[in-house]
């Protein structure tokens, strides 16, 4: 019982701290493109969609008028959370652009400070942006569960030593 509460210890942090790189991940285009990239709107504005993910208020797939700018996209999806890394911004192209480039990585701190829009990219129809959380924040919050772990097994402790 002793050893399998040994293992418990030692694999646990793994799993909580377990973290999958982006970076790592190969761009596939061997996949089908959405056949649909603009809209209409009742009053005839152009639309198109976008996905936002990661650490947001709103994310998930956004029905967006053409030309929307990156910081009125972020407004839409309700901006981000506390914690999120806004200077590793990605955003992933459905179709390569007539730069040929697929993915960008974004700075948005740098737009906070300035306020200078010239570095903007163009969004998109169904370009994806991942916002991330810092890996500080992430920890923080996962601190709660590690001492909510470890008050189990001091419980579990005492009561064996009771007996």
């Not at 030692?10 to 799993?15: C, G, K, N, T």
């Given at each position: 019982?002793?050893?399998?509460?040994?293992?418990?210890?030692?694999?646990?942090?793994?799993?909580?701290?377990?973290?999958?790189?982006?970076?790592?991940?190969?761009?596939?285009?061997?996949?089908?493109?959405?056949?649909?990239?603009?809209?209409?709107?009742?009053?005839?504005?152009?639309?198109?969609?976008?996905?936002?993910?990661?650490?947001?208020?709103?994310?998930?797939?956004?029905?967006?008028?053409?030309?929307?700018?990156?910081?009125?996209?972020?407004?839409?999806?309700?901006?981000?959370?506390?914690?999120?890394?806004?200077?590793?911004?990605?955003?992933?192209?459905?179709?390569?652009?007539?730069?040929?480039?697929?993915?960008?990585?974004?700075d948005f701190d740098e737009f906070i400070k300035?306020?200078?829009?010239?570095?903007?990219?163009?969004?998109?129809?169904?370009?994806?942006?991942?916002?991330?959380?810092?890996?500080?924040?992430?920890?923080?919050?996962?601190?709660?569960?590690?001492?909510?772990?470890?008050?189990?097994?001091?419980?579990?402790?005492?009561?064996?030593?009771?007996?």
């Amino acid at each position: 019982m002793q050893v399998r509460l040994i293992k418990i210890i030692i694999i646990f942090p793994f799993l909580i701290f377990a973290q999958t790189n982006i970076d790592s991940y190969d761009v596939n285009t061997n996949y089908q493109l959405s056949s649909e990239r603009y809209f209409s709107n009742k009053n005839g504005q152009i639309m198109m969609k976008v996905n936002v993910w990661g650490h947001v208020e709103a994310p998930g797939g956004h029905l967006v008028y053409d030309g929307i700018d990156f910081a009125s996209l972020i407004s839409i999806v309700g901006g981000p959370k506390p914690g999120a890394n806004l200077k590793k911004i990605r955003l992933y192209r459905e179709m390569p652009d007539q730069n040929g480039k697929i993915v960008y990585n974004i700075d948005f701190d740098e737009f906070i400070k300035s306020g200078d829009r010239a570095n903007f990219i163009k969004i998109n129809p169904n370009d994806t942006i991942l916002i991330p959380q810092k890996l500080s924040n992430s920890i923080l919050k996962q601190i709660g569960t590690v001492n909510t772990f470890f008050s189990l097994i001091m419980i579990y402790l005492q009561i064996k030593t009771s007996d």
